[in-house]
């Protein structure tokens, strides 16, 4: 009973505590280099997973508790996935043509890292380290063919049911990341690069019982004012 009464009210205090601190929101946009992290035997049977270009943007909000120390926090829309391609040629009246195909797995997710982020301050540039989880909800996702015989083409369009068998629409991670920021007009410009690891499972393999994971390089730019 005790404890029922105690957390409510800790929580109740810990946010009054927020809505009475200064803290800084403000956009951010960037992108992100994504694949992910597959066990050894699929390595060994599957052809190479590389690196999908994609989007990310949202608002950005930091927290000062402490000297140095802030919690930084997000909502994102981000594009994850991964990409797969091969090339060979045709031999045509003893011409070589290049013939060949890529595959994009792109996702689409709402991510909200919480992070405990340091900040080295010298002079008008500062710069910071931050860590902490990554909480993902998966909104939609497509597969898409491109075929490459003297012109591009698209050969399917596939949307991806999340939430399905094979694929989790939730997704837990683990964030690292680091970056300089700096007073300009009145707020705070800022540039920052992280890395981002799945901890839970998003796609599996029910035939092998393999599972595969998330995992990205991000780097974005973002300018944060003061609300309080």
């Known amino acids: 009973m ?18 009475q601190a200064q803290f800084t ?8 280099l994504s694949n992910v992290s597959t066990p050894d035997v699929i390595d060994l049977i599957a052809p190479d997973f590389k690196y999908l270009p994609g989007v990310e943007y949202g608002i950005q909000a930091e927290i000062p508790f402490a000297d140095n120390f802030s919690v930084l926090s997000e909502i994102i829309y981000r ?43 010298s002079g008008p540039v500062s710069g910071y380290v931050s860590a902490g989880p990554q909480f993902g909800y998966g909104l939609n996702g497509r597969i898409k063919t491109r075929a490459n015989f003297l012109t591009q083409w698209d050969v399917t369009n596939i949307p991806i049911k999340l939430g399905g068998k094979g694929h989790d629409r939730f997704e837990v991670s683990a964030v690292v990341g680091a970056g300089v920021q700096f ?18 499972d998003s796609f599996q393999v029910p035939v092998a019982d393999l599972n595969i994971r998330n995992r990205a390089f991000g780097f974005g730019i973002g300018y944060r004012v003061p609300i309080k």
């Open 25 to 32: 929101v403000g956009p951010r946009v960037g992108f992100s």
């Open 183 to 200: 007073d300009f007009g009145g707020g705070q410009f800022f540039a920052d690069m992280r890395y981002t690891q799945g901890l839970a």
């Open 2 to 19: 005790k404890n029922k009464v105690f957390f409510p009210v800790m929580l109740v205090l810990f946010v009054v505590q927020i809505a």
């Open 79 to 121: 594009e994850k996935g991964f990409r797969v391609s091969g090339q060979s040629s045709l031999d045509l009246f003893n011409i070589d043509f290049p013939l060949g195909v890529r595959v994009d797995t792109r996702l689409r997710y709402i991510d909200v890292p919480l992070q405990l982020k340091y900040t080295v301050r």
